[in-house]
T-cell receptor
Framework: GAGVSQSPRYKVAKRGQDVALRCDPI?????LFWYQQALGQGPEFLTY????????KSGLPSDRFFAERPEGSVSTLKIQRTQQEDSAVYLC??????????????FGSGTQLSVL | AQRVTQPEKLLSVFKGAPVELKCNYS??????LFWYVQYSRQRLQLLLR??SRESIKGFTADLNKGETSFHLKKPFAQEEDSAMYYC?????????????FGTGTRLQVML
């Protein structure tokens, strides 16, 4: 069935440190999305993959943010030189089917990043 | 630009009372609207979508293009309905996901 695992669950980083957040779909899924949810806000789109191809990265807030999915399965969101404003919950979501519609996106539990 | 507005951060109702969570949107084309819900200590999950015209857990939502609204309603609130509710919009139906979420409304059902 559909499912997605994210790790770590919590991450505390010192300002300026690089971090890597992992998203692991439990079974193969074509479409994978990253969202950022700041405290008190709704999730905001960051980027989208179809298999290993990153088709949309318009939501990445700066060039410090980089996402990859080299084999079309596990995805990593990397943030370089973290800043306090990067503190948020980072959500990974997958769509369990072909195409890339919004139907029944399955979200992971998220990684809560705190930058001190 | 597409935008979703949820004017209430918190809505408190008594058990058995009607519920209406407001959602207004701004989009120049034909939108696809959704309600997502996050129960305590659980993941964000899809509650319903306007194209399905379905009722999930007693909740319904009707897309009103004239008022650009997609309010979520339930006639009788239950304790288990307490959760965070997010309205979301996708600008182009059937193509790449780029959901725009509102800021969310916390529904608190009191006994």
């Amino acid at each position: 069935g559909a499912g997605v695992s994210q790790s770590p669950r919590y991450k505390v980083a010192k300002r300026g440190q690089d971090v890597a957040l992992r998203c692991d779909p439990i079974s193969g899924h074509v479409s994978l999305f990253w969202y950022q949810q700041a405290l008190g806000q709704g999730p905001e789109f960051l980027t989208y993959f179809q298999n290993e191809a990153q088709l949309d990265k318009s939501g990445l807030p700066s060039d410090r943010f980089f996402a990859e999915r080299p084999e079309g399965s596990v995805s990593t969101l990397k943030i370089q030189r973290t800043q306090q404003e990067d503190s948020a919950v980072y959500l990974c979501a997958i769509k369990p089917g072909p195409g890339a519609t919004n139907e029944k996106l399955f979200f992971g539990s998220g990684t809560q990043l705190s930058v001190l | 630009a597409q935008r979703v507005t949820q004017p209430e951060k918190l809505l408190s109702v008594f058990k058995g009372a009607p519920v209406e969570l407001k959602c207004n949107y701004s989009y120049s084309g034909s939108p696809e609207l959704f309600w997502y819900v996050q129960y305590s200590r659980q993941r964000l999950q899809l509650l319903l979508r306007h194209i399905s015209r379905e009722s999930i857990k007693g909740f319904t939502a009707d897309l009103n293009k004239g008022e650009t609204s997609f309010h979520l309603k339930k006639p009788f609130a239950q304790e288990e309905d307490s959760a965070m509710y997010y309205c979301a919009l996708s600008g182009v139906a059937g193509t790449a996901s780029k959901l725009t979420f509102g800021t969310g409304t916390r529904l608190q059902v009191m006994l």
